[in-house]
């Protein structure tokens, strides 16, 4: 091997050695390009993106970002509170179809309700037990909205929990999950907005960010004053 080597350095390798050659390298580019466009795939950009007819555009300061994570969404400019940041959407289903289609990427918009992966940026917007950001429900449409001013450079996040409710982690188990969202007031553990503070749930109520559906079942489920 060291002598073919040899020879194959000096340029007086065989017909057969060269076609060899030709054909590992051809492969090996071949292979580059696919790992490098299927990555480029993999991140959208808002700048770039295709979207349904009527699905408002992300903002166009909002950018993906690779964290000890996996990727999270950022936004480059500032934004003032109630300033409407994207759009979620996605293919409608029940929790059913959704525990067997993609039970790690759906997200509860209503009662027995989920929206599939929409492949776009609001896919990437994780969880914080302390969020910059709230969903704000209008009709049959969900927008993530900011809960304060947002300077530059901050990731963009919402509670899970104003979404989530217990019959939804009862359906899709792997939605409750251990927090490392690191905020003061970090929970520990991702669940459903049935097992939040009572005073959490005020606040969120206060400042309009619980979906309906999750507050129709916590007026349901807290104690009625005599």
Not at 12 to 27: E, K, Y
Not at 117 to 138: I, K, M
Not at 185 to 191: I, L, W
Not at 206 to 224: M, Q
């Amino acid at each position: 091997k060291r002598a073919q080597h040899r020879k194959m350095r000096d340029g007086i390798a065989s017909a057969p050695a060269r076609a060899t050659i030709c054909f590992t390298a051809a492969a090996v580019c071949v292979t580059l390009l696919h790992r490098h466009f299927r990555g480029r795939r993999q991140v959208p950009q808002a700048q770039s993106l295709v979207l349904p007819e009527g699905v408002l555009p992300p903002h166009p300061g909002l950018a993906l970002k690779h964290t000890e994570r996996g990727r999270s969404l950022y936004t480059r400019i500032g934004h003032r509170a109630g300033d409407i940041l994207l759009e979620h959407f996605g293919p409608r289903a029940s929790f059913a179809v959704g525990a067997a289609l993609a039970p790690d990427h759906v997200m509860e918009v209503g009662d027995n309700e989920v929206f599939l992966s929409s492949g776009s940026l609001d896919d990437f917007v994780n969880h914080s037990c302390d969020p910059n950001c709230r969903l704000e429900f209008r009709g049959g449409q969900v927008f993530l909205a900011a809960l304060r001013d947002i300077a530059p450079g901050e990731e963009l996040t919402f509670d899970y929990a104003t979404t989530t409710t217990r019959a939804g982690v009862e359906a899709f188990p792997g939605w409750r999950f251990s927090c490392l969202c690191g905020a003061s007031n970090c929970r520990g553990e991702v669940s459903s907005a049935e097992e939040l503070p009572p005073e959490r749930v005020a606040f969120y109520q206060s400042v309009g960010a619980l979906a309906p559906h999750v507050e129709r079942r916590l007026n349901l489920a807290l104690p009625r004053s005599a």
